[in-house]
Nanobody, 114 residues
Framework: VQLQASGGGLVQAGGPLSLRCEAS????????MGWYRQGTGKQREVVAS???????NYADSVKGRFTISRDNDKNTVYLQMNSLKPEDTAVYYC?????????WGQGTLVTVSS
């Protein structure tokens, strides 16, 4: 499974940004997809995840501001980020779980200026 993320960039605090990640290759049996992030000098942390059936989970720090969604027909997961804060600055990684294996994309940088 290959994951191609896009949509990162520079945004002012309070603004929106959306990320997109498309899975390709052996996409049969992909269940959950999601996003992690890692800020400079910080540990990687889960941001949000979504199952094939649409069940979602969010980190407390992004609840009410971020929305994860997916299009199963396009094997694509999205992350809509609103009310961004400087502390949201990080490299965002797309993930997909297929059977017992978790796959990672290359990461896309999100920078939120104050």
């Amino acid at each position: 499974v290959q994951l191609q993320a896009s949509g990162g960039g520079l945004v002012q605090a309070g603004g929106p940004l959306s990320l997109r990640c498309e899975a390709s290759g052996n996409v049969v049996s992909i269940n959950s997809m999601g996003w992690y992030r890692q800020g400079t000098g910080k540990q990687r942390e889960v941001v949000a995840s979504i199952t094939r059936g649409g069940s979602t989970n969010y980190a407390d720090s992004v609840k009410g501001r971020f929305t994860i969604s997916r299009d199963n027909d396009k094997n694509t997961v999205y992350l809509q980020m609103n009310s961004l804060k400087p502390e949201d600055t990080a490299v965002y990684y797309c993930t997909a779980r297929r059977l017992t294996t978790e796959y990672w994309g290359q990461g896309t940088l999100v920078t939120v200026s104050s």
